[in-house]
């Protein structure tokens, strides 16, 4: 196994912007860093929820695959477009309400979002299952994946929490930015 090109594979899929870590800067811009980080929690452990259910039924799953990916395809653009919306509407000047920066929300959010399903299903069969299907190292190789997407999310909501101020200062530039590239992120699903 090419450990380099797992790794590189790996921390660019979680660090770059998706669906999740742009809704975790925008919780962290309109809820805060607290509840930002109960959304990760869910989201980190749905994260590697998916990634054991990808190693267990990698074999089902590769035969059924494309049906899966239509249907999140369609389920999580809509959701994301939602979500955009949400983020586009959000008015940062009154307290907020609505708290969606849940754990339950982090976590229902990586089985709507399709760039996490797909690199799920992806990651175990490419990476790991050619050179290991030992019950250890893939359950180690869980761990390790599932530990770099918090690291991800981490990160998100310290840039979040670092750049609040300024976040705060341009609240409706920065919600129409971020609900514009969560809107991209649901268009690119279907390029």
């Keep these: 196994m090419n450990i380099t090109s797992f790794l590189l594979y790996c921390f660019i899929v979680t660090?770059?912007?998706?669906?999740?870590?742009?809704?975790?800067l925008s919780t962290v811009h309109s809820i805060g860093t607290k509840k930002a980080m109960e959304y990760t929690y869910g989201a980190t452990i749905a994260f590697g929820l998916l990634l054991m259910i990808s190693a267990m039924l990698n074999t089902i799953l590769m035969e059924v695959i494309p049906m899966i990916l239509?249907?999140?395809q369609l389920i999580g653009s809509f959701y994301?477009?939602?979500?955009?919306?949400?983020?586009?509407?959000?008015?940062?000047?009154?307290?907020a309400e609505?708290?969606?920066g849940t754990f339950?929300?982090?976590?229902?959010?990586?089985f709507l979002n399709p760039k996490v399903v797909l690199f799920t299903m992806t990651v175990i069969p490419s990476f790991i299952m050619p050179y290991y299907t030992e019950v250890p190292a893939v359950a180690m190789?869980?761990?390790?994946?599932?530990?770099?997407?918090?690291?991800a999310f981490i990160t998100?909501?310290?840039?979040?929490?670092?750049?609040k101020a300024f976040l705060l200062k341009h609240d409706k530039i920065v919600n129409i930015v971020m609900a514009i590239f969560l809107a991209y992120s649901g268009v690119m699903i279907w390029m």
């Design 104 to 110: 339950m929300s982090g976590f229902l959010m990586q």
């Design 141 to 151: 190789s869980v761990l390790v994946i599932t530990f770099i997407g918090f690291l």
């Design 156 to 163: 998100w909501v310290l840039c979040g929490t670092i750049f």
């Design 80 to 95: 994301i477009f939602y979500l955009a919306y949400q983020i586009f509407k959000a008015d940062t000047s009154k307290p």
């Design 70 to 72: 239509m249907v999140m």
């Design 15 to 24: 660090f770059t912007p998706g669906p999740t870590n742009i809704v975790i």
């Design 98 to 100: 609505n708290q969606n």
